[in-house]
């Protein structure tokens, strides 16, 4: 199986109001792994745990909220099929 990290860039603004965030997406994409906030050295970022590339959706929901997001980069990794045992 294939996921995603989604980075957003957001302004300070937006992300001082997470919890919104975090409902908003919750509500509108539950197949949404964690989502995390990294407030580091003038990078404010938005990570989204994502089943697929739907960073159009989710900035466009964002958008529709008010909370002005910009898709940064998606990196994939890959999950193990939790019906395969490893020994």
């Known amino acids: 199986m294939e996921n995603y990290i989604l980075s957003f860039r957001a302004p300070l603004k937006v992300l001082l109001q997470r919890q919104q965030i975090f409902e908003k997406l919750g509500h509108a994409f539950p197949q949404l792994g964690p989502i995390s906030i990294d407030m580091d050295d003038k990078q404010y970022l ?3 745990h994502s089943p697929g590339r739907l960073e159009n959706e989710i ?3 964002l958008l529709s909220y008010g909370f002005r997001v910009a ?4 990196e994939q990794y890959k999950t193990l099929d939790p019906k395969v ?3």
Do not use: G, S
Not at 71 to 74: K, Q
């Open 59 to 61: 900035q466009n929901t």
């Open 71 to 74: 898709f940064l980069r998606a």
């Open 46 to 48: 938005i990570n989204v």
């Open 85 to 87: 045992k490893i020994a």
